[in-house]
């Protein structure tokens, strides 16, 4: 077999290989597809925005360019609230305990089977098990896919790297956990309406004044939130207002807890969490 028929053959089976992946990725895909047995929640309503006094445990406003990062205790949730109609309020978090587990956006997608983060989904650690429950959401359009803001990113868009931008501010915030660059990896920016059409990345209108997220910790965690612009923005100058983050106590989970029972992908999620913690 001379060198063109060896590079044919490897190409055949390459492409073999190839297909029999993307076979049986639509097979699991269908079969997660068909196991969910509870529709997920419609948008909430912006007036429940407010929340009774005594269940408030932190409340801080970050200015526009600027970070916050805090300490979370299972069982607590956490309000981004977009006070200034922000396009783009960056997310991360680690396990308190082992900061080594993160959250991680591939997981979140690949387990759920969807990059659509809403009212009534998830977010997965690098170890398969649930951080967060996204338990309110009047947005609903959140990106998954390309990630906070670089110096690259600002240089591209605004011509200036010297701006402010979410990596910088999630490196600094790692440092007052111990943490470093190499603790970090793809954020999920909140209030950032990207699709995916066509094989590339499209920014849809639905980002508006008075948005909120409230996210439920499942683990004692530590997070950090980045107010800076979503690089795909339509925003032609850098001047991001200040957002709100509050802290406060959430109510207690019953057996048929939407988030723990809507699909079979979260329940398995909640069983690694149920057995780390007894561990």
């Not at 925005?49 to 269940?55: F, G, T, Y």
């Not at 783009?88 to 305990?97: E, H, K, Q, T």
């Amino acid at each position: 077999m001379n060198a063109q028929q060896s590079k044919a053959k490897n190409s055949t089976h390459i492409a073999a290989m190839i297909a029999e992946n993307r076979k049986r990725y639509e097979e699991m895909k269908a079969a997660g597809s068909t196991v969910a047995p509870r529709a997920l929640p419609p948008p909430t309503p912006r007036s429940d925005a407010q929340l009774p006094l005594e269940n408030v445990r932190c409340r801080e406003a970050i200015p526009g360019g600027w970070y916050w990062t805090a300490r979370m205790r299972r069982g607590e949730a956490l309000r981004l609230l977009n006070s200034a109609g922000n396009p783009g309020l960056s997310f991360f978090a680690w396990n308190a305990n082992d900061p080594s587990e993160r959250y991680n956006s591939a997981d979140t997608i690949k387990i759920q089977w969807t990059s659509e983060m809403r009212k009534g989904r998830v977010l997965f650690s690098d170890m398969g098990r649930v951080l967060f429950s996204i338990i309110e959401d009047s947005c609903c359009g959140h990106d998954t896919i390309i990630g906070g803001s670089t110096r690259a990113s600002n240089l591209r868009k605004y011509g200036d790297a010297g701006l402010r931008s979410t990596r910088e501010n999630f490196i600094l915030a790692a440092g007052k956990h111990g943490l470093g660059g190499r603790d970090l990896a793809p954020a999920i920016p909140f209030f950032a309406p990207v699709s995916i059409v066509d094989g590339h990345a499209v920014w849809r209108d639905g980002v508006a004044l008075g948005d909120f997220v409230d996210l439920r910790a499942e683990l004692d965690t530590i997070v950090v939130v980045s107010n800076c612009p979503h690089p795909l923005a339509p925003d032609l100058t850098f001047e991001p207002g200040s957002v709100e983050v509050v802290i406060f106590e959430a109510p207690d989970p019953g057996d048929d807890d939407l988030w723990r029972t809507a699909t079979a992908e979260a329940a398995r999620g909640f069983e690694n969490n149920a057995t780390y913690l007894q561990g």
